[in-house]
């Protein structure tokens, strides 16, 4: 199980701020970008999270261990009533195919024989999530109801444990975005994480809201990675330049390096997406249904990438990100949607997810989008 590689990387230029076909207020022509690519790839763990309604096409893997990507990432659910809720619901068969328990082994089967590895991360959807139901506020005042909480939480964090031991999962997440329990009661998690490696043995993350929670977990040193959901605001300007995008990312990746140089631990981005829209840069957070109708804007969405892509390859202490997210090909079409597929911004990972041939061609980052 990898850790990260001092990596050479090369420069990427992007010109231009509009989709496909259009132009600026300013008059720029479409988004191009120059066909240098990384030298190598730009970090060693190179994971998108599948999410597939049903079984996907076997070409869905294979185009992805293509572009480059070195792990599938898969997301399995509990369920809780409200915030306050004491009870985790488990249903193994239960959800989308790549939340089941068949599915992701039939998943994890798959990418096992094209080379890749499995990123497990169990997540908790509360009834009705809303502003008002956030996962994030999930805590409990009455003991008895946090006891009967925490004992229904490890019942459901152990069946994943066993199930990533038993398709040799590469890491295993025990939480993501648990704010207020992860800040206010870290002995839980110590003790959690030791009980899971008494059943799994590869490593172990917590998936850390990118708003101040990954900056005041204390158990780090129980786990092999910091793990940060990273949906950082970029900037609100209208059609941000590269420049002042890299210049962003540059100041969040110094944020991240001073928790690296406290925990002593290498950094995974357990998530990080931008959306295809007007607002990626300045709300990456931000669900589709919130935005309304709004035109695409498939360059925004590659430049945030290319910002973030070149500001972090070759970083010695940054151990890699999983894009959200990637759907079987009949699911994929989403104008202004998370996914990269058929954007612009896919040709921006395959460029530094892949090492280039000696002497071929580099794939440009210009193209359709969706």
Not at 6 to 16: D, T
Not at 37 to 51: E, K, L, N
Request: hydrophobic fraction near 40%.
């Amino acid at each position: 199980m990898g850790r990260w590689l001092v990596l050479l990387v090369g420069v990427a230029v992007i010109v231009g701020c509009a989709d496909s076909g259009s132009s600026d207020p300013s008059g720029a022509s479409s988004t191009a970008m120059s066909d240098t690519a990384a030298a190598r790839p730009a970090f060693s763990i190179r994971s998108v999270t599948v999410d597939a309604r049903r079984r996907p096409n076997p070409e869905l893997l294979v185009h992805l261990s293509e572009l480059g990507v070195t792990h599938i990432t898969l997301v399995a659910f509990g369920w809780q009533r409200a915030v306050d809720g004491p009870r985790v619901r488990i249903d193994t068969a239960d959800g989308w195919y790549s939340e089941s328990h068949r599915g992701i082994r039939a998943l994890a089967r798959q990418a096992d024989t094209l080379g890749m590895e499995i990123i497990l991360k169990p997540h908790l959807w509360v009834s009705g999530y809303d502003e008002a139901q956030d996962r994030s506020e999930i805590a409990f005042h009455r003991p008895a109801a946090w006891r009967q909480w925490a004992r229904s939480y490890r019942r459901f964090l152990m069946v994943y444990a066993r199930l990533a031991q038993q398709i040799d999962a590469d890491l295993l997440v025990l939480g993501t975005e648990l704010s207020q329990l992860s800040t206010t009661r870290p002995g839980y998690w110590r003790t959690l994480a030791d009980t899971v490696r008494t059943v799994y043995d590869g490593d172990l993350t917590y998936a850390a809201n990118w708003h101040e929670e990954y900056r005041k977990i204390t158990f780090w040193d129980a786990l092999d990675y910091v793990g940060v959901q990273a949906y950082f605001p970029l900037t609100e300007n209208e059609n941000p330049s590269l420049d002042t995008l890299r210049a962003r990312w540059r100041g969040h990746r110094r944020a991240l390096e001073d928790v690296r140089r406290r925990t002593e631990k290498p950094v995974l981005l357990t998530e990080i997406g931008y959306r295809s829209a007007p607002s990626a840069a300045a709300a990456p957070w931000r669900w589709p249904e919130q935005d309304g109708d709004v035109p695409p804007d498939s360059s925004l969405q590659a430049r945030c990438y290319e910002a973030f892509l070149s500001t972090m390859s070759g970083v010695p202490w940054f151990a890699g990100a999983v894009i959200w997210k990637w759907h079987p090909a009949h699911d994929s079409d989403r104008p202004t949607g998370f996914t990269p597929q058929g954007k612009p911004a896919e040709a921006a990972l395959r460029r530094w997810f892949r090492r280039p041939a000696p002497g071929g061609p580099t794939a440009s980052v210009s193209g359709p989008a969706r």
